[in-house]
């Protein structure tokens, strides 16, 4: 199955235990790289424009830890956890993604950010889960969230 939402591909391969998505910035890949590894960059940009970033840390080496809270506009907070793996490049990003509403259903996330020239590049992303259900389930929930996380994203690289 695959759907595109304005710039955004999610693909959820049959008989997999992968989302992969994928999408062009008109940025350069240090830029998009910063965006996704800087905790001040992150917490401008990350999620659906009706949450509000209240917390966001992200230790960009082997073994650093990340977080991300959201509020909601009545005051409820979600929050997200994980671990980096490897030391990040454009070319190979390692954590794990882990929704505190459910604790112990953990995901492992690798990014590559490719140079498309003329100051484009490409951000691919797969995440690999234990169980289709799990699977399944962040796929049901994720399309709003990523695409206007990256809308906020090109308000913010146009900025940088």
């Known amino acids: 199955m695959s759907t595109i939402n ?34 001040e ?15 966001c840390t992200f230790e960009a080496k082997h073994g650093g830890t990340w977080t991300l809270v959201q509020r909601d506009p009545d005051g409820n907070e979600h929050a997200f956890r994980g671990t980096v793996h490897g030391e990040p490049t454009p070319e190979l990003s390692l954590r794990t993604f882990e929704w505190m509403g459910m604790p112990g259903h953990v995901s492992l996330e690798v990014m590559r950010i490719e140079d498309l020239g003329d100051g484009r590049c490409r951000v691919r992303g797969t995440s690999v889960f234990t169980t289709v259900e799990d699977r399944d389930g962040m796929a049901g929930s994720m399309g709003d969230g990523v695409n206007e996380g990256y809308e906020r994203l090109d308000e913010l690289l146009a900025t940088l």
């Open 6 to 39: 304005k710039d955004v591909t999610i693909e959820v391969p049959e008989n997999s235990l992968e989302i992969r998505t994928s999408r062009d910035f008109d940025a350069p890949v240090d830029k998009v790289f910063r965006a996704h590894h800087d905790p």
């Open 41 to 55: 960059l992150i917490g401008q940009w990350m999620g659906p424009r009706y949450l509000e970033n209240v917390e």
